[in-house]
């Protein structure tokens, strides 16, 4: 069991950044491959950025591909998300997620078996 707590949402205007954290408590951090997801109202929950267990390897959604960092700390149970040139179109909740393998599926959110509670992005025109 891994409890997630995700901070660092906001308002920003349109070509801003914002980072994004999600502090992870409970078993061994780095048995867990991390991920973001993000829901906007009335849209299915979608893939944002991946990062592998060892941190060797990162996958992001094309739509946030070169304007997203995501990164992790091992030693601080903390996964990072690193936005910049935000869009209006990057509006939604922010959810960090977890689970026990790499590589297979990643993108899809019913392969995570942990969830934080997420936090809120709006990013103004």
């Known amino acids: 069991q891994v409890q997630l707590v995700e901070s660092g949402g906001g308002l920003v205007q349109a070509g801003g950044s914002l980072r994004l954290s999600c502090a992870a408590a409970?078993?061994?951090?780095?048995?867990?491959?991390m991920a973001w997801f993000r829901q906007a109202p009335g849209k299915a929950r979608e893939f944002v950025a991946a990062?592998?267990?060892?941190?060797?390897?990162?996958y992001y959604a094309d739509s946030v591909k070169g304007r997203f960092t995501i990164s992790r700390e091992n030693a601080k149970n903390t996964v990072v998300l690193q936005m910049n040139s935000l869009k209006p179109e990057d509006t939604a909740i922010y959810y960090c997620?977890?689970?026990?393998?790499?590589?297979?599926?990643?993108?899809?959110?019913?392969?995570?078996?942990?969830w934080g509670q997420g936090t809120q992005v709006t990013v103004s025109s």
């Open positions: 997620a977890a689970r026990t393998y790499d590589y297979a599926a990643i993108g899809s959110p019913t392969e995570y078996d942990y």
């Open positions: 409970g078993r061994t951090f780095n048995n867990y491959l």
């Open positions: 990062i592998t267990r060892s941190g060797g390897r990162t």
